[in-house]
């Protein structure tokens, strides 16, 4: 049974980007009344007065990013894991912005890859032009928050030794499906589910770099725009999907990311 929009979105406000009778738009949605953008809220853009049934509009990434900075290592239990020493500055790498699919697009295998694995992450996304900024200063460019899969194909992520290629194929960062900024991202629970069994659950309160500090570390080596996603690491669990499975990414607070494998 497909479950309703409204079943998939947890934060009581937050802004989502969606299709609906053959038009793309932005909308604020608070409780299940979604009020439709008169233009963009990564470029001024302010809810107007028209409003669309939440259930019958199709949840699209909720931004479409330049770039998606990711960082690597960043859980304390996921190092042990992957039985590594604890980095002393976060490791960055980029996922491309044609990796980025909505809520129900399929991640698509690549047939040169024999294990491709789900990563559940927190993402952040900015709200304005960041740079050379301070942790303390960082809050005030984020625009919210929102689920990311950084969807890696292990075995050539091994080979390659660098992240490029195992993370950077087409449909390997599903992102979704609403932003908001009422939870502390320092302290909320992270899931990975497949087939809605249980397979990475974690606390952000393990991570190494907590979300201020990424941002302010990004900024310092490049602009973020508005509209930009930071995905600030995996926990523990990491695991292979096979085609068939359904992989869920869960963030307490806002939401739940389905996406069919292929």
Do not use: W
Request: overall charge positive.
């Amino acid at each position: 049974m497909t479950q309703k929009n409204s079943d998939l979105i947890f934060c009581r406000q937050g802004i989502v980007r969606f299709s609906y009778q053959g038009r793309v738009h932005y909308g604020l949605l608070s409780g299940q009344r979604l009020r439709v953008y008169q233009g963009s809220p990564f470029a001024g853009g302010q809810p107007g007065k028209a409003f669309a049934p939440l259930n019958k509009v199709r949840l699209l990434a909720p931004c479409r990013p330049s770039k998606v900075v990711a960082v690597g290592l960043n859980y304390k239990a996921h190092a042990k894991e992957v039985d590594k020493p604890l980095p002393l500055e976060p490791m960055l790498f980029l996922k491309p912005s044609t990796s980025v699919i909505g809520p129900g697009q399929a991640i698509l295998r690549p047939t040169i890859s024999r294990r491709v694995d789900h990563e559940s992450e927190l993402a952040v996304v900015l709200g304005r032009k960041c740079r050379l900024v301070s942790p303390d200063q960082a809050a005030d460019y984020i625009l919210g928050y929102t689920c990311l899969n950084d969807v890696t194909a292990r075995d050539l992520q091994a080979r390659d030794v660098q992240y490029s290629r195992a993370k950077g194929f087409d449909t390997f960062c599903p992102l979704g499906p609403a932003i908001t900024n009422e939870i502390d991202p320092r302290q909320v629970r992270v899931r990975a589910l497949v087939n809605n069994k249980v397979r990475q659950e974690a606390n952000t309160s393990d991570m190494i770099f907590d979300v201020y500090q990424l941002v302010a570390f990004v900024s310092q080596v490049m602009t973020l725009n508005p509209g930009d996603v930071i995905a600030t690491g995996t926990p523990s669990g990491i695991s292979p999907l096979a085609a068939g499975d359904t992989v869920s990414i869960e963030v307490e607070g806002i939401g739940r990311l389905d996406n069919p494998v292929q």
